[in-house]
């Protein structure tokens, strides 16, 4: 079992910036791609950004690209993800996701999650 918990969450004007943070315990942090993941009000969950086990590949959606940063820190077991440019559309809570393979941009195919936490940029 990965047990895994976000912090960073929190409300931020457009063009804002915050940095979400997940923590992991349990197995070998170091075993398992990391990403994450949204999910707005109304709205199925969507894939946002992952990194390989060794940090080396990071992989974003269309909406993210250039904007968000993933990153990981295998020493201290956790990922992070910094949030610039942030958008009202933006809104949603935030999870964190762990795999032993490769993170899956669909969601329900990933192993462990997070419980979230509420991103919201107001206008």
């Known amino acids: 079992q990965v047990q895994l918990v976000e912090s960073g969450g929190g409300l931020v004007q457009t063009g804002g910036s915050l940095r979400l943070s997940c923590a992991a315990s349990g197995r070998t942090f170091s075993n398992y791609a990391m990403g994450w993941f949204r999910q707005a009000p109304g709205k199925e969950r969507e894939f946002v950004a992952a990194?390989?086990?060794?940090?080396?590949?990071?992989y974003y959606a269309d909406f993210v690209r250039g904007r968000f940063t993933i990153s990981r820190d295998n020493a201290q077991n956790t990922v992070s993800l910094q949030m610039n440019s942030l958008k009202p559309e933006d809104t949603a809570v935030y999870y964190c996701a762990a795999t032993v393979t490769a993170i899956s941009r669909a969601a329900r195919q990933n192993e462990y999650w997070g419980q979230g936490t509420q991103v919201t940029v107001s206008s």
């Open positions: 990194i390989s086990w060794s940090g080396r590949s990071t």
